[in-house]
Structures are given as C-alpha cells and as structure tokens.
C-alpha cells in the first residue's frame, strides 16, 4: 500500500514519483513471494520483529532519490522521540560500519514507509536469519530474487528526479544503468546532515 502525504507535501514533485516506484517494487515482490511460495510450498521467514539483516549487513544499497525520500520523512513525519533515538544512533553508525543500520528503533524500521528498495527486495524463505548470518552466502536457494522487471519500471517512474522527462532519455537512461551508477552504501552515508551535524 503506498504511504499518503498532505497537502503541504505536494510541493515536492519527486514525492509521488518516489512512492509511485516503491509501490512498483512492493507489487513485484509480492508477486515473487507468491510464485515461490505456490512453487515449492515455502514460506516467507522475514517478519515484523525480525531485524538480524538490519544488524548484519554492512553494504546497503540506496540511490539519491531514496536518500531525498528518508530526509523528506525523517524531518516531515517521524515523532520526536524517534528522531531523538536516531540522532544518537547516526553517531554511533558513523563511528562504526559494523553497527547496526542507524534507522533501526529497537524491533522495528524507523523509516518503514521509504526504507529503501534494497531493504524491500530482500527477503528470505522459510528459515529467519540467524544472528551475522548473510544468507546469500549460506543458503542462496532461500533469498528471494530480485523482481528486476518491477525494480527497472520503479526506476523508470523515478527518472525525472534525475532531470530526465523524456521517454526516451529515460529509456536510454534504464539502459545505460544511471540510476545505478549513482548507487551509495546507506552505512556509510552523512546522515549527520539530517540533524545538520
Ligand atoms: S532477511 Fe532474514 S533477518 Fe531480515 S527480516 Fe528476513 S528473515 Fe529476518
Ligand atoms: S533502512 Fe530499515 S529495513 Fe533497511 S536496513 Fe535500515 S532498519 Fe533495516
């Protein structure tokens, strides 16, 4: 389901092409899940609560769209208390690429509603991740593939944020990879910015 904004929010016309994208991207991965799950009788292992993968991995993928997203709603949407937890939280990531990612509040994604699409793709069957345990090195068989057909439409969707309006530039842009060339580790990131740090 795509997140709603008010009206104020209508003055950033990259919003709706943003959650426009992750709609695209949630739609095929339910559709993946589903033909896995009808195929081979699996069942999904992530689930609300299960946040080893937010504590292990330390290469997160996100593009500058997705980056204006987190910021749009860390300082528009997220409550206070949040916010204050993840000041103290983006300190320590910076300090330590192996700490958990700074948007994770306890059990849960701070920034669920436009976490970015590497965290929306990766989804594992049947067995949850055990601690610093990276299934694509223990048990590829079971990560989700990603539904790449539905992550090069939500691109496409979010290619004017890159100045690209055309159809045709667009698809060029798909083909010659832009988005991807532009690929940043959310680890690594200066989030300090968002609390100008
Ligand atoms: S990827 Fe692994 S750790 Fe993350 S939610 Fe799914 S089962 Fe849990
Ligand atoms: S952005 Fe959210 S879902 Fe993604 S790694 Fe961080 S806490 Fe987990």
New binding site residues.
Partial sequence: MQLGFDKKDRGYPWLSMLLDGYSIIDSGVETYIQVEVARGKRSLACHKGC?N??IS?TD?PVYPHEVAGIYWYVTEKLPQEARSLLMGQIDASQIDISAP?P??GGQE????AV??AS?RVFNVFDTPCQQDEDPFYTRQFDVLLPPQEYINEAFYTVLPFYGLKDRYDRMDALEDGLINSRIMN?KTYNWKELFNK
């Fill in positions: 946040g993968c937010c991995q997160i990612c948007f994770l994604c701070l920034i669920h976490r970015p965290c959310l």
